[in-house]
């Protein structure tokens, strides 16, 4: 069984400054992780995902992750806010890459400060 | 990456009524998955689609009330049966892009009065 957990369903940051969206996960099985954005009436766009190559992982729009097995976490960051990055933010796990389903978390949503 | 689109993407339909939601995918694809998000929610799966074979359901969907064709490998339908005000949702399909990578359409909001 696996599960995702995202830690505040609601984000503030002011613009400019560093964006953490936090995501631990529970597998059985060497997991594979995605972050998928999803700005207002529209589907989800994928960031970046892991798949058991480089622990750091870079995505769209300055976007990067860390995979921390020990943790088991799989943290989303962004040096500088932009107020186009206000959206709900899905961490989403899955044991076949994206040939499986995927077990999502419960969102982050995102707010910009200007 | 994959250009997916649905059908309708939006409708609001009366209790007991059905609804046929179509995903068209512009190359061929193996799997297909339907998801369910409801108002405020995250996404949940309903069901895994591939071409040649019966839908994969999870716990808590059935085929009576979601039945799905996968009649081609760019193709998928998803019908919303026998409606509730449950079923108000937004019903999205994705696609295994391979690299292990998913891919989703733009969705259908559905209500249901």
């Known amino acids: 069984a696996q599960s995702v957990t995202q830690l505040g369903s609601h984000v503030s940051v002011s613009e400019g400054a560093l964006v953490l969206l936090r995501c631990n996960y529970s597998s059985s099985v060497p997991p594979y992780l995605f972050w998928y954005v999803q700005y207002p009436n529209q589907g989800l766009q994928l960031l970046l995902k892991y798949t058991s190559a480089a622990t750091l992982v870079k995505g769209i729009n300055g976007f990067e992750a860390e995979f921390k097995k020990s943790e088991t976490s799989f943290h989303l960051t962004k040096p500088s806010a932009h107020m186009s990055d206000a959206a709900e933010y899905f961490c989403?796990?899955?044991?076949?890459?994206?040939?499986?389903?995927?077990?999502f978390g419960k969102g982050t949503h995102l707010i910009i400060q200007p | 990456s994959a250009v997916i689109s649905q059908k309708p993407s939006r409708d609001i339909c009366q209790r007991g009524t059905s609804l046929t939601i179509q995903c068209q995918v512009d190359?061929?694809?193996?799997?297909m998955f339907w998801y369910r998000q409801q108002p405020g929610q995250s996404l949940t799966l309903i069901a895994t689609?591939?071409?040649?074979?019966?839908?994969?359901?999870e716990s808590g969907f059935v085929i009576d009330k979601f039945p799905i064709s996968r009649p081609n490998l760019t193709f998928s339908t998803l019908t919303v049966s026998n409606m509730s005000p449950e079923d108000s949702s937004i019903y999205l399909c994705?696609?295994?892009?391979?690299?292990?990578?998913?891919?989703f359409g733009p969705g259908t909001r559905l209500t249901v009065l």
């Open positions: 989403a796990v899955s044991s076949g890459g994206g040939a499986d389903g995927l077990t």
């Open positions: 190359s061929q694809v193996t799997m």
């Open positions: 994705s696609v295994d892009w391979g690299q292990d990578t998913q891919y």
């Open positions: 689609a591939n071409q040649g074979s019966e839908a994969t359901y």
